[in-house]
């Protein structure tokens, strides 16, 4: 009796960290305001995300200089510490990925620790809309991405990103 138990409660345990599937944006719910006509509709010509060569791009705190390790230090420093970065132009180096809730889709630039056990991610946004996935470059692509840090206010947590990024992930 007691071995099922423990199985049971270890069960429970691994699996209560399991992602919660999100349901997928319908069309309605991506149509914003100001993507919308005044017939309420939206071009569905697909505009990809632009390829930025950021290569020679400087940047106030560049992270793409450093080491990995380093980077993933500097950005966990940078969360610890926004007011230091807050306004500031970043350019980091990392993998892409995206992530979507019922009322918003978040694309990030993410640093694995030298372990690849851990990963510190950092948002981005673009100044256009862009279509995802079609417009967006494969999930786990190398991307480098250059922005201005900004700290907000989100669902009640404290957030971080880049805003007005450009993009580079043809490296």
Do not use: W
């Not at 919660?20 to 017939?39: C, H, M, N, V, Y």
């Not at 697909?46 to 390790?69: F, H, S």
Request: aromatic share 10%; with cysteine.
């Amino acid at each position: 009796m007691k071995k099922t138990v423990c199985l049971l409660l270890g069960f429970l345990l691994l699996s209560g960290c399991a992602a919660q599937p999100t349901p997928p944006l319908s069309p309605s719910d991506a149509l914003s305001p100001t993507d919308a006509g005044e017939t309420g509709t939206r071009d569905l010509a697909i505009t990809p995300l632009p390829d930025t060569d950021l290569r020679d791009r400087t940047a106030e705190t560049d992270l793409t200089v450093l080491d990995t390790q380093m980077a993933y230090v500097q950005l966990s420093n940078m969360m610890l510490s926004p007011e230091d970065y807050e306004g500031k132009t970043v350019k980091l180096q990392g993998r892409f990925a995206h992530a979507a809730e019922q009322d918003r889709e978040f694309f990030v630039c993410y640093l694995l620790d030298a372990t690849a056990c851990c990963s510190q991610s950092l948002e981005f946004e673009t100044d256009g809309t862009y279509d995802f996935p079609e417009a967006y470059p494969p999930e786990q692509s190398e991307i480098t991405v250059f922005g201005t840090f900004n700290v907000y206010e989100y669902n009640g947590f404290r957030m971080y990103r880049l805003r007005h990024a450009e993009v580079d992930y043809t490296l």
